[in-house]
């Protein structure tokens, strides 16, 4: 069945470092990539998205491209923040099956001053 | 900005008790979903509700868990018999449309013990 696999963490930055995060799934068709960011005590945000290959979807500096070759959507920021100090799930959704969304487990980002 | 609010953000229950957890989704918003993550693991896809039923469930949607809208603005999800295996951080979303964005909720972390 369709899958998101992330890179495990935490990753650990100083501020203003590159950032990337990596994100590889398997889907059969032509699903819709999404990368969403858990801040602490909060719900669950998207941050971008990428519905067909090539696709590059951006918000807030971050930026990530919708790879079929590769079947990759990893997540990067040129220079990081502290307030960027959170959780980021990959996730797809296959267009197929309803809009339920697939998850990864989510990478940890803690970043210092 | 409108937020899907979640109540009680912590339940602590014991195991072959029934639990509620709560949700206000979006007001304007047609389609609502519980999605659970286990500690360290991935965020799973339980249950998809649309014009008052179920529109989509996931294997681990079973006898023991169900859904209601009981008045225009709350969404519940019981478990009747809580197990071990169910403590987890649940979240509710609501989305506005087929395929549009979803809108999760700060989540209710359950304990069963």
């Known amino acids: 069945g369709d899958s998101v696999t992330q890179m495990e963490g935490p990753v650990t930055l100083s501020e203003e470092a590159f950032l990337t995060i990596n994100c590889t799934y398997t889907?059969?068709?032509?699903?819709?990539l999404f990368w969403y960011v858990q801040y602490p005590g909060e719900g669950l945000q998207l941050l971008l998205k990428?519905?067909?290959?090539?696709d590059k979807g951006s918000n807030k500096g971050f930026e990530a491209t919708y790879r079929k070759e590769t079947t990759s959507f990893h997540l990067e920021k040129g220079s990081v923040q502290v307030s960027d100090s959170a959780v980021y799930f990959c996730?797809?959704?296959?267009?197929?099956?309803?809009?339920?969304?697939?998850f990864g487990k989510g990478t940890t980002l803690s970043v210092s001053s | 900005e409108p937020e899907v609010t979640q109540t009680p953000s912590h339940q602590v229950t014991q195991m072959g008790q029934e639990v509620i957890l709560r949700c206000v989704p979006i007001?304007?918003?047609?389609?609502f979903y519980w999605y659970r993550q286990i500690l360290g693991q991935k965020v799973e896809f339980l249950v998809s509700?649309?014009?008052?039923?179920?529109?989509?469930k996931s294997e681990i949607f079973d006898d023991q868990f169900s859904v209601e809208r009981p008045d225009g603005s709350n969404f519940t999800l019981k478990i009747r018999s809580t197990k071990l295996e169910d403590s987890a951080m649940y979240f509710c979303?609501?989305?506005?449309?087929?395929?549009?964005?979803?809108?999760f909720g700060s989540g209710t972390q359950l304990s069963v013990l």
């Open positions: 979303a609501s989305s506005e449309g087929d395929g549009e964005k979803l809108f």
């Open positions: 889907a059969t068709g032509y699903p819709s």
């Open positions: 990428a519905t067909k290959a090539d």
């Open positions: 996730a797809l959704n296959s267009n197929q099956a309803g809009t339920a969304l697939i």
């Open positions: 007001s304007n918003h047609l389609y």
């Open positions: 509700f649309y014009n008052n039923e179920i529109s989509e």
